[in-house]
């Protein structure tokens, strides 16, 4: 037996739980069968009440409770999750400067990087660029992996080789950094490398 949408109350009604948590157990008492494998007559079943420290549980589950904001006389004018909510520094791993795929990376240095790693270098074009790339990354776990997404439509990002050629991106490749920040550079998916660990999407 399972309670779906437990109340939390702390002075007055706080949130409601969809968390799921079980209240109770069936079990049976002098289990028993008989030689056709049935359960015999005299065979009792029980339902055992858990005790509330394990229907309670202490554990924090996140995305799993709709908080109450209500005005002076009790009505509940809003809902709201406890949903994390990702604000992402655009120059957190120097996007804004002239660091590697940095806005104000020059191409000379892109065509040096890129001798240098053996691979195309990704350039951000714009802010436009970089707020939309912190949107998408918000989209991720942070858990260490990377994933492609479109490019922003009129997206000023190239991308540089070591012969000094460009070409324009399609994807950009993100991963969330988990402390408010993002890596990623736009890529051209016919000569970027394979992602060698996937990210994955927040439900």
Same mark, same amino acid.
């Given at each position: 037996?399972?309670?779906?949408a437990?109340?939390?109350y702390?002075?007055s009604?706080?949130?409601i739980s ?15 069968h008989d ?8 065979t009792s079943?029980s339902?055992?009440?858990l ?7 202490l @554990?924090?589950t996140?995305? #799993?409770?709709r908080? +109450?904001?209500?005005?002076?006389r009790?009505?509940?004018m809003?809902t ?16 804004l ?5 940095g806005?104000?990376?020059?191409p000379?240095d892109?065509?040096?990087w @890129?001798d240098k790693t053996?691979?195309?270098i990704g350039?951000w ?7 939309y790339?912190g +949107? ?17 439509p009129?997206?000023?990002? #190239?991308?540089h080789?070591k012969?000094g050629?460009?070409?324009?991106p399609?994807?950009i490749r993100?991963?969330n950094?988990g402390?408010g920040?993002?890596?990623g550079?736009?890529?051209?998916? #016919?000569? @970027? ?5 996937l990210?994955t999407l927040?439900?």
């Amino acid at each position: 037996m399972t309670i779906d949408a437990p109340e939390v109350y702390g002075s007055s009604r706080l949130c409601i739980s969809y968390d799921g948590r079980l209240l109770a157990a069936q079990g049976y008492d002098n289990l028993s069968h008989d030689s056709q494998g049935y359960l015999n007559k005299d065979t009792s079943s029980s339902l055992s009440i858990l005790p509330q420290s394990a229907t309670l549980g202490l @554990a924090f589950t996140r995305e #799993k409770k709709r908080y +109450e904001l209500t005005e002076h006389r009790g009505n509940v004018m809003v809902t709201l999750s406890d949903r994390r909510a990702y604000t992402f520094s655009t120059d957190g791993l120097g996007n804004l400067r002239r660091k590697k795929h940095g806005i104000k990376m020059q191409p000379a240095d892109a065509v040096l990087w @890129a001798d240098k790693t053996n691979r195309p270098i990704g350039k951000w074009g714009s802010m436009a660029d970089l707020n939309y790339a912190g +949107e998408q990354a918000a989209r991720l776990i942070s858990d260490g992996g990377f994933m492609d997404f479109p490019i922003r439509p009129g997206s000023t990002s #190239k991308v540089h080789y070591k012969d000094g050629t460009t070409s324009t991106p399609d994807m950009i490749r993100l991963r969330n950094n988990g402390d408010g920040t993002f890596h990623g550079f736009p890529i051209d998916s #016919k000569t @970027a490398e394979p992602i060698t660990k996937l990210g994955t999407l927040r439900e």
